[in-house]
């Protein structure tokens, strides 16, 4: 797929590496529309790139669908909505159960709710636009890329609930992906290690240096840039389909 040219949703976009993955389409001179649900940075972002932004929170269905259409709308004179990237993510840190008590159920649903069941729902609404387009030469009308993690994986001590849920984005790659072959719409989902977000940001410097030393090469935190170049590679690169790349410098997390 060319980038230039084409209709591209990120969602989540306004931070961390959904920020940088929006900086990446819309340099490469995509119709980028950032949906986030942080409308000051949102705005913000939008302004700076001359792109469009939609107040989004993924856990509303109402909200993704009107993100997705203003991608769609963006975009409409160009061929469409042809790039979706679902970056948006939260996190809950505890044990299952222990001295301090057991996990409480509500935590484990939001990050459900968040992860998995708002990954699910920007996949749907945006594959089902995609299915409106005009097919490229060779069938392909569109990509969506999902955001996992290393912890789908090698979820660590305090991680139940976020590993779930990123599992669960795992679990749909495939079948999304089989579900999706026969309309052109390829699926692929990107399983991060060790990045340089803002949840690191407010670490100690000597606790971010130490957590990429960790990191067996390159030893330090990712760059949001390299997950943005992953992102579009994936869009330039039709063969990648049904496939979960992890992106994290040969780490495999210890338990704790």
């Known amino acids: 797929m060319n980038i230039e040219g084409s209709g591209a949703l990120v969602v989540g976009g306004a931070s961390g590496l959904g920020e940088a993955t929006s900086r990446r389409l819309a340099s490469a001179g995509a119709i980028v529309t950032i949906a986030d649900i942080n409308e000051e940075k949102g705005k913000q972002l939008a302004d700076e790139l001359g792109v469009g932004f939609v107040l989004t929170d993924v856990t509303k269905e109402e909200q993704v669908e009107a993100a997705v259409a203003a991608a769609v709308e963006a975009s409409k004179d160009d061929g469409g909505l042809r790039i979706a990237a679902a970056c948006a993510g939260i996190g809950w840190a505890q044990k299952v159960a222990g001295t301090k008590g057991m996990h409480p159920l509500r935590p484990f649903e939001t990050v459900i709710q968040v992860n998995l ?14 299915v409106a387009n005009e097919p490229g030469e060779s069938g392909e009308r569109g990509v969506v890329v999902n955001t996992a993690s290393v912890a789908a994986f090698d979820g660590q001590i305090g ?12 679990g749909m790659t495939l ?4 579900d999706l072959s026969t309309v052109g719409v390829r699926v692929v989902t990107i399983a991060p290690g060790l990045f340089d977000t803002p949840l690191l940001a407010a670490l100690p410097e000597n606790a971010r240096q130490s957590l990429g030393a960790s990191v067996p090469f390159p030893s330090r935190l990712g760059d949001p840039a390299e997950y943005a170049a992953l992102v579009a590679h994936i869009a330039e690169n039709q063969m990648l389909n049904g ?14």
């Open 117 to 130: 069941i708002g990954t699910f729902n920007v996949l749907r609404h945006a594959a089902q636009a995609m």
């Open 243 to 256: 496939e979960v790349i992890r992106l994290d410098g040969a780490i495999r997390m210890a338990p704790k």
């Open 159 to 170: 991680q139940i609930a976020y590993s779930a849920s990123k599992g669960g984005v795992v």
């Open 175 to 178: 079948p999304a992906a089989r």
